[in-house]
């Protein structure tokens, strides 16, 4: 256990001159391409954007990464790393329900602000150093069951799951769900993490005939999955993408068979969006980064900086990680320009809704508005 800094020492991560933040991430392993958009092209991009403007009252913001792979042992490591010999002020954006959940007991031990972790199980509610960064599960579950079961009809549901604290958040989730509509999962099939082949499980599942067929389940998986459904002729299910993997990019890795694949979208088209946040994050990304493509991944790490900036700026000159969990919990009616006005409360929970898509010629059309999960 660290020691507390008392009244009038100095805090940690914050000089005069600079402000230190940090986080394990994806850099290797099945979510790369997501940590280092989120970081490197997310975080960073807003956060150059700031220091150029000339830091927040004053101070410039450094951060600082590792790699682990998407291995929850290997973000404990880094992460006390980060805190230890790094002297990070708050961790930021870090990704993926089970390493981010390995973390939590040590940041929370030592007081470290974790802000917007790239991940959604509700493990993370309610904790006083704690921020989601993505509309958690449970939101999204009441959201995806509500409209399929509300709007569209449908009664019969299957799940392909990851087996672990991300696909398992999700099926109980939806079993939940499912019961205040009087309804039960038809099929539920978990796939072990590591395996892409996933022909036993989708032959499995399509015995019981669901109408709808939830995907919970990282970008290679996903994709095999799709890719099967398509060689067998299964056509009598709605494939519906679950969580972090509802994005083109990822989607797009089963080609054709990509088509008609339907999710809930947490983020305003990062290409097409006239929305004045989303446009000025395309500038900065044209003017720092101009060979990137933008996508939904930075997008998600560069509001999370907008976050993180916008609570240092209200803490003042005095920013202490007291103030700025002070700070951030008064944000009411915050106007990002990327996402609905935002008003965090003691549930330290950064969003709360998302919209229906459908993949058509591989891009995401959006079916519905803004859908509420409150």
Avoid at 38 to 62: E, P, Q, S, W
Avoid at 234 to 251: F, H, I, N, Q
């Amino acid at each position: 256990m660290l020691a507390a800094a008392g009244p009038g020492a100095a805090q940690q991560g914050v000089t005069d001159a600079e402000i230190v933040l940090g986080c394990s991430n994806s850099f290797s392993g099945p979510l790369a391409y997501t940590g280092e958009q989120a970081t490197r092209f997310g975080v960073d991009l807003y956060l150059k954007v700031v220091n150029d403007a000339g830091g927040i009252n004053g101070r410039k913001v450094r951060t600082v990464y590792y790699d682990d792979g998407f291995k929850p042992q290997e973000a404990v490591a880094n992460t006390r790393k980060l805190v230890e010999q790094d002297k990070v002020f708050a961790v930021i954006a870090p990704q993926g329900t089970a390493p981010v959940s390995a973390t939590l007991e040590y940041l929370e031990e030592n007081k470290v602000p974790l802000l917007f972790p790239f991940q959604g199980s509700p493990i993370t509610r309610g904790k006083k150093y704690v921020f989601s960064g993505m509309t958690l599960y449970d939101r999204q579950s009441k959201m995806m069951i509500d409209y399929l079961v509300g709007q569209r009809k449908f009664k019969t549901f299957g799940v392909l799951y990851q087996d672990d604290d991300y696909g398992k958040a999700f099926l109980t989730a939806y079993e939940k769900d499912l019961a205040r509509h009087n309804l039960k999962i038809a099929a539920a099939e978990p796939v072990k993490r590591g395996v892409t082949d996933v022909s036993a499980q989708i032959a499995k599942l399509r015995a019981a005939s669901p109408q709808v067929t939830f995907l919970v389940l990282t970008p290679g998986p996903g994709a095999q999955a799709l890719k099967e459904r398509q060689k067998i002729g299964w056509t009598d299910t709605l494939m519906v993408s679950s969580g972090p993997l509802t994005d083109e990019k990822y989607l797009g890795l089963a080609g054709d068979a990509t088509e008609g694949v339907e999710g809930l979208s947490l983020w305003p088209d990062p290409l097409t969006s006239d929305l004045p946040g989303v446009k000025a994050y395309r500038a900065a990304m044209q003017k720092y980064f101009d060979k990137n493509e933008p996508n939904r991944y930075s997008l998600s790490g560069y509001f999370a900086a907008v976050l993180f900036v916008e609570g240092a700026r209200r803490a003042g000159r005095t920013l202490t990680r007291e103030t700025l969990i002070g700070a951030l919990e008064n944000v009411k009616n915050f106007d990002s320009g990327i996402l609905p006005p935002l008003t965090i409360g003691p549930d330290h929970e950064t969003q709360k809704q998302g919209f229906w898509v459908r993949v058509e010629k591989g891009r995401f059309k959006p079916l519905t508005d803004w859908l509420r999960s409150d």
